[in-house]
């Protein structure tokens, strides 16, 4: 899997997990937060999200635009992580309840441009990487471990987000409560006509809480919380100072790759290398690529609603406490040592293992083995988390299912009977219908959030964790399905004088999936649950029609690339 790949993809692979880690960090409470301290609906919060989020993928457009006429990918790369790092501190600078709104919208404005400067191009400069001859047949399986990296980063986002949010409360000797923030922006606002529950949470807080002091213990609990929520916007800043050294200090592996069209063309050494396309041939494969990225879309209207729909169904109708063998799930300090286990077990029996890689398998069998033991030793019977925990699902499924994908697929090209890469992206449609097919069942008898006027289900409507976790799994499968190869086929098939340009394209794809997982929110609290993800599995399912529909155009296109 990793052998042969040019030592570029994996400066790129470091930089690129690093900026993810902080953005996801970020991404796991957004919501949370825009709730919390401003006490938004779900729908505008939802709606803030899923602005933000056309911001980070519009941008790169014109992060494109810029690197193929003007700086360059690594130049461009390289300003992008400063101007994420300004916004990032922007975004980390605590204000008190209810100010401070102008600079979360300055901050995440810049950090929107300095990620279009910094992710497209960074697709670009790996798919460089494998326009030489000798590495071109890896493109795809190098696209599969450079996602890897970004997920790597996002796995675990969520959990820095809790340690750090966890910290903030600790010291204040608060700790969190999903069903105080909504109560206590209502009580603050005048619009709580029962204070009985509010006053029951705050003492089970603090017991010298009374009556009279609630609207003290609200304004507390809400300015410590957005406090928390702050310093783990903080953690972004740290993050992008190791994507920053990795990129810069590595420059020599990647430098040959870094070159656009018009730079080669005015460099007499290098003017052979430029390829000329005619202009049917550029149409031609604009066209394949603007078909794909309508595809996309849905995809991403899909997959995002992990910090936005999902988010509220972990924290309103899911059961916010485990037991023992399910907190591994959740714990990573018991979940990675538990995978690192299985995987020892794997190579000591693999047949194609020699004697070392054997020893290595079983210790690690045993050693992270009992690491598991330890920590699965030390968990309570009843196991608390938040709502932002199961974003590390993704991310954990995709580190873990990589391998397995890359070994089939890897498999069915030796047979000659690998899928193409539309064809993947086909099927990863219909995976992601499947995945919300699974809340369809889940969400069956359950009250809808308009019923529960925004507030968290009581206990008796309260589903299993593991009604999300499937939902995350399949989501993952199809992900791997779609996105990593939809990146190498803009990669292969873009025209050589547009690589940047196109890498923007996909991303602008994105981000106008992304705008659409605002239009999904603004149902939340107008239709019941079930109906909800209908909406998104028809959307998958008609959008994986389209693709087959087009099939034999994109394939014809992307064998001719």
């Given at each position: 899997m990793f052998k042969g790949h040019p030592k570029g993809l994996y400066v790129a692979f470091f930089a690129n997990m690093g900026e993810r880690f902080g953005f996801y960090t970020m991404i796991s409470i957004f919501?949370?937060?825009?709730?919390?301290?401003?006490?938004?609906?779900?729908?505008?919060?939802?709606?803030?999200?899923?602005?933000?989020?056309?911001?980070?993928y519009i941008f790169p457009l014109l992060g494109g635009f810029f690197a193929d006429r003007y700086w360059g990918y690594g130049r461009t790369i390289g300003l992008g992580l400063v101007v994420m790092f300004l916004g990032y501190i922007m975004l980390a600078i605590?204000?008190?309840?209810?100010?401070?709104?102008?600079?979360?919208?300055?901050?995440?404005?810049?950090?929107?441009?300095?990620?279009?400067?910094?992710?497209?191009?960074?697709?670009?400069?790996?798919?460089?990487?494998?326009?030489?001859?000798?590495?071109?047949?890896?493109r795809d399986r190098a696209f599969?471990?450079?996602?890897?990296?970004i997920n790597i980063g996002a796995m675990f986002a969520p959990s820095a987000s809790e340690a750090v949010s966890n910290w903030i409360l600790g010291k204040a000797g608060l700790f969190y409560d999903a069903r105080i923030p909504a109560l206590a922006n209502d009580f603050l606002k005048g619009k709580l006509a029962d204070t009985a529950e509010l006053l029951g949470l705050a003492q089970a807080q603090d017991p010298a809480v009374t009556?009279?002091?609630?609207?003290?213990?609200?304004?507390?609990?809400?300015?410590?919380?957005?406090?928390?929520?702050?310093?783990?916007?903080?953690?972004?800043?740290?993050?992008?100072?190791?994507?920053?050294?990795?990129?810069?200090?590595?420059?020599?592996?990647?430098?040959?790759?870094?070159?656009?069209e018009r730079q080669k063309a005015k460099s007499e050494a290098l003017k052979s290398q430029v390829v000329e396309l005619s202009r049917e041939q550029t149409r031609e494969r604009l066209v394949a690529l603007g078909l794909v990225f309508f595809v996309v879309i849905f995809f991403w209207m899909a997959f995002h609603q992990s910090a936005v729909t999902l988010t509220y169904f972990a924290r309103d109708y899911t059961v916010s406490s485990v037991g023992k063998l399910t907190n591994l799930w959740f714990d990573l300090t018991g979940l990675l040592p538990l995978f690192l286990a299985v995987l020892g077990v794997v190579f000591l029996f693999r047949k194609s293992s020699n004697g070392l890689v054997k020893a290595l398998?079983?210790?690690?069998?045993?050693?992270?083995?009992?690491?598991?033991?330890?920590?699965?030793?030390?968990?309570?019977?009843?196991?608390?988390?938040?709502?932002?925990?199961?974003?590390?699902?993704?991310?954990?499924?995709?580190?873990?299912?990589t391998p397995i994908v890359i070994g089939i697929f890897t498999h069915l090209n030796r047979k000659g009977?690998?899928?193409?890469?539309?064809?993947?992206?086909?099927?990863?449609?219909?995976?992601?219908?499947?995945?919300?097919?699974i809340l369809i069942v889940g969400s069956l008898g359950l009250p809808s959030p308009r019923a529960l006027g925004g507030l968290v289900a009581p206990a008796a409507s309260q589903v299993s964790v593991y009604w999300l976790v499937s939902t995350y799994f399949l989501v993952t499968i199809a992900e791997l399905f779609l996105s990593p190869i939809g990146i190498s086929f803009v990669s292969r098939v873009a025209p050589p004088k547009y690589k940047g340009l196109m890498q923007g394209g996909w991303f602008a794809a994105t981000a106008i999936g992304n705008q659409l997982v605002g239009v999904v929110a603004w149902f939340w609290m107008r239709v019941p649950l079930w109906a909800l993800w209908t909406i998104l599995v028809a959307a998958c399912l008609l959008s994986a029609g389209f693709m087959f529909a087009v099939m034999k155009r994109l394939e014809r296109v992307s064998k001719a690339a």
């Open positions: 919501v949370l937060f825009m709730q919390a301290k401003y006490g938004m609906s779900a729908a505008a919060a939802g709606f803030m999200y899923s602005t933000f989020m056309v911001g980070v605590p204000t008190m309840i209810g100010t401070g709104f102008p600079l979360i919208i300055a901050a995440l404005a810049v950090i929107s441009l300095g990620t279009g400067l910094f992710k497209g191009n960074l697709q670009a400069l790996v798919g460089n990487l494998y326009d030489d001859p000798k590495y071109a047949p890896m599969n471990i450079f996602y890897m990296g009556a009279g002091t609630l609207k003290a213990f609200a304004e507390t609990y809400i300015n410590t919380l957005g406090k928390s929520y702050h310093f783990g916007f903080g953690v972004a800043c740290l993050s992008l100072i190791v994507s920053m050294i990795v990129f810069w200090a590595f420059r020599k592996h990647y430098q040959a790759a870094d070159l656009t398998g079983g210790a690690s069998f045993i050693g992270f083995g009992l690491l598991a033991f330890l920590r699965f030793r030390g968990y309570e019977d009843v196991n608390a988390f938040m709502p932002q925990r199961f974003q590390h699902f993704n991310p954990f499924f995709i580190v873990a299912l009977k690998e899928p193409s890469s539309p064809r993947k992206i086909g099927y990863g449609m219909l995976i992601a219908g499947a995945a919300y097919a």
